[in-house]
């Protein structure tokens, strides 16, 4: 298995109670609680921690992005991937953003992705996602036209990559008399794409039919193993045999001597993540037109309660494995086993663990962790128990 | 309420749903963001005058929903092919909220077939520095608490929203609304250049309370059409048709009726 520091650079110091009282960290929660300062040694701290990340073996970190959110504070991965380009000697740089439909020129995209795999000498994973419903309110896209957007773009990044230019293209969204840039990318064809996604059946079935990575966001275990499995069937459908390589899991992972102690350490940095960043109302979320009526009527009947979680209940359902390094390498295995995936995408730092903490689960993980996985690929997975 | 009839109407390759009722001169009434809704008392009434026709916009409820419908200048064109196919003339166009948008924008570009021209709290235009309502990220309760200056009449409407036979509609209207007016939200920036060259006699009918468009979007576009009325009515939100169903139609009526003396 393949391991992959991945950070949310989340604005660590918010004060939790004003994002309650503001009812999310997203989108209204005004910025007059950032503070430049600590910001500004935040993105040192969180930078750090991504060369410590590559020293420890990991096999690549991993960028998001997010805007106008206390959440995270990577509204231009590129930026922070640029920074990192040369001082993350060996492991991959993966931007698990970039959400197309937001970029009314997406051309702008190949190009700085195109820089980037230069830069890594072919290091660079290059993520496309659509961003979550809060996105379209935050920087004024329609979210009715984000499925749209999102494939005009996507072909058009591909065939910049692609195809020698010039050529034009006229697409719906975005018209270009000459598209040519320079440089391309390092890799050939192109970077790795990698499509992250909250389990969308029709992203899952059009990753599987264009090989693409599939990334599973922040879900419990059960639904992971669902979701991986409808991979797998659509990559049968589109007549090939998917590998365990082809998925990746989102997690997070907390390492500790002792059970007790890793949940006593790790609770109120992830129940800040679970109940205080992460939280929006339906509305800022779901978007009209963001998913199709259908799903948006799913949802709707779910009436997801928002009852704070605590991380008992995230550890319980496999969103999250927090332990002795014993317990978090069994239950690594178990759900490597039943979800099939090669790709472990762990936040290690969380909601508002601190540096130090941060560092001592990183080097746990890399130390207790990283070599039972190196060689090990999913045993006999089972696509009953997804069921 | 005088007999109403609904029915399915072909403009070209786009099917509408259709409700009409009394006789007289046309009146054609596009509805908003939230739906065609029901015959109302007000439409009712305003039918023992007029031949009252409520269509139900593409990409709306029961309305086809398509391929071509992207903005709501499309909407606008539409309506001018509606109006060809009905053969409809002296027309007074009456439009709430969206729907009054969808009227503005058509009778910027072809007036030929209108009598008259009423916006209802319309969108269309915006207006900088007024308190607005964010209706895409207020819940469905608050929204439609929003809409009305009588919270009783609120939390009625409420009640009644919630039946699951609605659900579909209501899905389908949000995300058409969310289409056609999120980004610039609830605007063409080209609009107001060329409202001035609305000659028709123009009526500008909005609740005092409106929280969606506030009175200040009615002198608005009172400044932008020459001659435009502005009648705001008391104790009103955003739908004075539905709020104020009597008082509204007593104004159209009144300025209609006006209308025909100076002609």
Known sequence: MKFFNFHLMPYRHADLDAIAKNGSAWVTFSNRHYDAQKGAELYHEYLDQMEFADKLGFDGVCLNEHHQTAYGMMPIPGVLAGALARSVKRAKLAILGRALPLINNPLMVAEEYAILDNLTRGRLIAGFVRGIGAEYHAMGINPAYSQERYAEAHDLIVRAWTEPGPFAFLGKHYQFRYVNPWPRPYQKPHPPIWIPSQGSGSTIRWAARMRYTYCQTLSPIAAVARFFQMYREEAEKAGYQASPDQLAWSNTIYVAETDERAVREARPHLEALMNYFLKMPTEMLLPPGYTDPASMKRVRAAKVTGKPQSIEDVIKAGVVIVGSPNTVREKLAEYQDLAGFNTSLTKTQFGTLPDEMARGNMTAIAQEILPHFRDRAPQRTRPEAAE | ?263
């Open chain 2, 1 to 263: 309420m005088a007999a109403q009839s609904i029915s399915i109407l072909a403009i070209r390759d786009c099917r509408i749903r259709l409700m009409r009722g009394g006789s007289g001169a046309p009146l054609v009434f596009l509805h908003g963001g939230g739906g065609i809704g029901v015959w109302l008392p007000s439409m009712a009434r305003l039918a023992r005058k007029f031949d009252v026709i409520a269509p139900e916009h593409p990409g709306f409820g029961e309305s086809d929903t398509p391929a071509w419908l992207d903005s709501v200048g499309d909407l606008a064109n539409f309506y001018l092919d509606f109006l060809d196919q009905l053969d409809l003339r002296g027309v007074h166009l009456v439009g709430s909220s969206l729907g009054g948008w969808i009227a503005a924008e058509l009778a910027v570009r072809n007036a030929t077939r209108l009598a008259s021209l009423t916006l209802i709290g319309a969108a269309g235009i915006h207006v900088d520095g007024v308190a607005q309502v964010d209706t895409f990220l207020t819940n469905e309760e608050q929204r439609i608490r929003d809409l009305f200056y009588d919270q009783e009449l609120a939390e009625a409407v409420i009640a009644g929203s919630q039946r699951p036979e609605l659900e579909d509609a209501a899905l389908k209207n949000r995300m058409m609304t969310a289409k056609l007016s999120w980004q610039p939200r609830n605007h063409d920036p080209q609009l107001r250049k060329w409202l001035h060259r609305i000659k028709v006699p123009t009526l500008l009918i909005w609740g005092d309370h409106d929280r969606v468009f506030p009175q200040d979007y009615a002198l608005a576009y009172q400044r932008l059409i020459s001659g435009a009325k502005v009648v705001v009515i008391p104790e009103c939100g955003h739908l004075p048709h539905v709020e104020k169903g009597d008082v509204f139609a007593a104004e159209l009526e009144a300025f209609i009726g006006a209308m025909r003396i100076a002609a």
